[in-house]
């Protein structure tokens, strides 16, 4: 598949919330009504690297919009729900929670999920209940092209209520695919994917493109995240002496540990590691789940993409806000969970301006005006409308690499660039 690039975000003034206020929920602005965004992320566990830097970017928008009274009459709240169980993001646990958002009648919409198995089981009941879901993360292609996402909305095929920020894995995996050839130079790969819907669609779209880049995949497993030893895949792979190992998968689902154990096999202890935003998850060493704690030492030589913008537009204060709040830089995903935050509460403010004040013809009105053609939104990332099918329309991606040098000698990722690209198969 062939991208074609259309340039980095240029200077863009945006629209940016006031300064901080009271915490979400408190009285920041004037009137006595609530209404929630719900978040649905996981929380706690391995996925903590996750999913809680994305939610902080969904509750700074909601304290910053209190504070500014960005919805005259109304507070906003959150309802947070997490979807990890037992360190590691459950579809089942996020049907549960999608329940519990839309029984909750003042949820107007929804930020997230940040998994594409999780976004699967979600969108039918959101889909039926005509909720809006946003989601900063979610990459899988089939999520909204169609026909593939015609099976997610069984109730409401003709009704869009997801729509995404991420770039799709029809464009993540080739952008990874043509970094590995090109930037890195390495025409060889081995492919390890963690057989869930995200790792194999990434792995598939990476292949297909590093193929027709003249590269060779000279090997392919996949391994569910109950693998506890990955050393004899690694093992069996070294004979063809591949060049650099794609992870299509993510670190709780076992790439971290898959990338520590692969560098103790011959062959793999120098050569290039390349993963998507889930092996990408920018959290420093020592973050409870990141890539870096998990791998240690291991992570030397480590690339990766995260589906989404870097640089935010000139005279951003975002970086600056976020770490005032919360003591630490923003997450991959915490400034496009902001902007999905952003999405939903201009919806709220322009459907409450023109007197839709009953609770679910608010929610409907959120629904709807997401994926209107003519609606744009001036968000933290810069301006972003969706198209018929609830993309992004001009999606980005995001290079890194870690240095294990950074953030004090902990480990960090350091930004390496950023491209725009238009998907032909769209």
Not at 264 to 283: H, K, N, Q, Y
Not at 339 to 365: G, M, P, W, Y
Request: hydrophobic share 40%; net charge negative.
């Amino acid at each position: 598949m062939k991208l074609a690039k259309i340039g980095v975000l240029g200077v863009i003034a945006v629209l940016m919330f006031a300064a901080c206020s009271p915490s979400p929920g408190a009285s920041g602005a004037a009137g006595g009504k609530t209404i929630k965004i719900g978040t649905e992320l996981p929380m706690s566990g391995a996925e903590t690297a996750n999913g809680e830097p994305t939610a902080n970017g969904v509750k700074l928008a909601i304290k910053q919009a209190n504070a500014k009274n960005a919805i005259p009459g109304y507070t906003l709240d959150i309802n947070v729900q997490d979807d990890a169980v037992n360190g590691a993001h459950d579809p089942q646990q996020g049907a549960a929670n999608l329940h519990t958002l839309v029984a909750d009648t003042s949820v107007i919409g929804v930020v997230g999920p940040f998994n594409s198995s999780v976004a699967k089981v979600e969108i039918p009941i959101s889909n039926a209940a005509g909720l809006l879901q946003c989601s900063p993360a979610n990459t899988n292609t089939g999520l909204t092209y169609p026909p593939d996402s015609l099976q997610y909305r069984p109730n409401n095929p003709d009704k869009i209520n997801y729509i995404r920020l991420a770039a799709p894995d029809s464009i993540q995996g080739p952008a990874g695919a043509d970094y590995t050839y090109t930037d890195l130079g390495a025409k060889s790969v081995y492919i390890l994917d963690d057989t869930e819907a995200f790792g194999v669609g990434v792995g598939d779209s990476f292949s297909a493109r590093f193929t027709e880049l003249g590269g060779t995949v000279t090997k392919r497993d996949s391994a569910p995240k109950s693998t506890t030893d990955y050393t004899p895949l690694f093992t069996a792979a070294a004979a063809a002496k591949p060049a650099a190992v794609y992870l299509a998968g993510t670190t709780p689902t076992g790439m971290g540990l898959a990338l520590k154990q692969g560098r103790t096999v011959a062959g793999f202890e120098t050569i290039p590691f390349v993963g998507p935003d889930g092996v990408a998850d920018l959290g420093p060493g020592g973050t409870t789940g990141a890539t870096i704690t998990v791998a240690g030492q291991a992570a030397h030589d480590v690339h990766g993409t995260v589906a989404g913008v870097h640089d935010l537009p000139s005279g951003s204060t975002f970086i600056a806000d976020y770490t005032a709040e919360y003591g630490k830089a923003p997450g991959a995903y915490s400034a496009i969970a902001y902007a999905c935050a952003q999405v939903i509460i201009a919806n709220a403010a322009k459907a409450i301006a023109a007197s839709t004040t009953d609770l679910a013809a608010l929610r409907e009105a959120v629904r709807a005006a997401a994926v209107v053609a003519d609606n744009k939104y001036d968000t933290v990332i810069g301006p972003v409308s969706f198209d018929k099918n609830g993309d992004i329309t001009t999606p980005y991606m995001s290079f890194y690499k870690v240095d294990l040098t950074a953030e004090g000698g902990k480990g960090g990722w350091v930004y390496v660039k950023q491209q725009a690209f238009t998907d032909p198969n769209k």
